[in-house]
């Protein structure tokens, strides 16, 4: 069996994270992610401050992130079947609804790390949860990404290949 990439599907979960991207990119301060602050740092303020979403800025990175998440994992699983994009989905789901709601209880979640002695290792989620703000906006939005990832992945998905009868 020959493998390969499903290439609309990681073509669109690539155009939705960079439209995520554009969000933080043009229209949040750069210091919301140590990505911005780099960013800046390497090639100064941007000429352009953009609010391409209009009022569903502040939702957009919640909905396009677990989108692409979705859809680039798909893409690698090329014949994936109907159970297997809804794994994909269930996993991003659950992911990205575990940290939206962790920034809920930030100072929880880091006293239990601390417990465990793991807070240095995990100190990317650490940051993002005590620097993150908690909408519940974003828990629609990841939900309706993961819907319209899962809607895509059908639509652009690759049927698996079945064995001749009588092979």
């Known amino acids: ?70 859809l680039v994992t798909m893409s690698v699983i090329p014949e994936a079947t109907k159970q297997m994009r809804l794994a994909v989905c269930l996993v991003w789901l659950t992911l990205e609804l575990m940290l939206e709601i962790g920034q809920n209880f930030p100072t929880q979640i880091l006293l239990c790390l601390q417990r465990f002695h793991v807070e240095k290792s995990l100190s990317p989620i650490t940051g993002y949860l005590s620097a993150g703000t908690y909408d519940p906006w974003d828990l629609l939005a990841i939900c309706l990404g993961i819907i319209a ?14 064995a001749k009868e009588g092979m």
């Open 149 to 162: 990832a899962y809607i895509i992945g059908k639509k652009t998905g690759v049927k698996p290949l079945r």
């Open 1 to 70: 069996m020959k493998r390969f990439v499903n290439k609309k599907q990681l073509v669109a979960g690539l155009l939705a994270f960079v439209a995520g991207a554009l969000e933080y990119l043009l229209h949040r301060p750069s210091d919301v992610l140590s990505v911005g602050e780099s960013f800046q740092k390497t090639l100064g303020r941007l000429p352009i401050q953009a609010n391409l979403f209009g009022p569903f800025a502040g939702v957009a990175p919640d909905f396009f992130h677990p989108l692409a998440f979705s």
